[in-house]
């Protein structure tokens, strides 16, 4: 066969090949690592690093709950990650947000495991919708991931969130704790959960929280600062610290370092001062380009800032700037 040919044949393969679904990418992913990490945090809870977005593991003697899922390239690592913790099935997931780097192994890792049956049913319910680990959400990430979006098709339905909320806030009582799935309205995104976990006293924030850059705010998806500041609020008002402000509540961000409430105290602040900066500098009449110019920033960028990449200073700096002049 001429190369010719062979090329127009493969075109012809290409354009007749059903689309595939692509959760929505963070403004900032940067590639996993080549290897998996698993860091005891305390009582039933493990931080899983390196498969997208932190993973919370919490085991125990009902079976295996997970906070995100990952990249769903890294969902056979993540498997074979969870099973040197237990035997015993991933029985929930829970999704923080709809992006990719937490919910792209949604369908693979829920396709593991099984649904814990209620009432008066014996064993694992054994319809196709329910032969599945049980996969929970805000309600925004269903909508999203079951709307398709400028020509693409919606995310496969094992994918989605079998079981929704749109309260305030969730809870169950599994492995032996109470766990208390919290909303955080228009945050990261509209769809934000964090996970506190109230006997091991862990919190699992999703991407509200992050130890590697500034906040993301995903304006496209829902996102705005004040929101932010809120969710970090909400885990400062949760957390308690032992004496002299170390350990006491530990906090799982969404991406970076395992900390306590001291880490995220710092974080909030300086949030909130570069936001009451550019408050200060939209109510003088200064125009975007200005506020950039004036680098509200400039004394935090050494620790957070990054001018390459998919989520620069400058980015954050327009979206606080986009947030604030939003109508309210």
């Excluded at 990952?70 to 929930?92: C, F, N």
């Amino acid at each position: 066969m001429s190369r010719r040919k062979s090329l127009i044949l493969c075109a012809l393969a290409c354009l007749m090949a059903p689309a595939v679904w692509s959760a929505p990418a963070a403004p900032a992913s940067p590639p996993p690592p080549a290897e998996l990490h698993i860091l005891p945090v305390q009582g039933n809870i493990y931080m899983l690093v390196g498969a997208g977005g932190n993973i919370t593991i919490q085991t125990g003697s009902d079976g295996v709950l997970l906070v995100d899922t990952g990249l769903a390239g890294m969902s056979d690592k993540v498997l074979a990650a969870v099973r040197t913790l237990s035997d015993k099935p991933i029985r929930y997931i829970i999704d923080t947000h709809v992006h990719a780097d937490h919910v792209g192994g949604n369908e693979a890792i829920a396709k593991s495991g099984t649904t814990i049956a209620g009432g008066n049913v014996v064993g694992d319910i054994g319809s196709s919708a329910s032969n599945q680990a049980t996969i929970m959400a805000f309600q925004t990430v269903l909508d999203r991931m079951s709307t398709p979006v400028a020509g693409s098709p919606p995310a496969p339905q094992g994918a989605w969130p079998t079981d929704t909320y749109t309260t305030a806030e969730r809870k169950i009582f599994f492995d032996d704790e109470g766990v208390e799935m919290i909303h955080i309205p228009a945050a990261h995104t509209d769809g934000d959960t964090m996970v506190f976990f109230r006997r091991s006293d862990v919190i699992s924030t999703g991407d509200i929280f992050l130890t590697n850059g500034y906040p993301i705010v995903d304006l496209d998806h829902g996102g705005n600062i004040q929101g932010v500041i809120a969710g970090l609020n909400r885990i400062v008002e949760m957390a308690i610290p032992q004496d002299l402000q170390e350990g006491g509540t530990l906090i799982i961000p969404g991406h970076g370092r395992l900390c306590d409430v001291a880490d995220v105290v710092f974080y909030q602040e300086m949030v909130i001062i570069i936001r009451d900066r550019i408050q200060d500098m939209i109510r003088k009449g200064m125009s975007l380009e200005q506020v950039k110019a004036a680098k509200p920033t400039r004394d935090y960028d050494p620790r957070y800032g990054s001018s390459s990449g998919s989520w620069t200073t400058d980015k954050f700096v327009a979206a606080v700037y986009t947030s604030l002049k939003a109508p309210h």
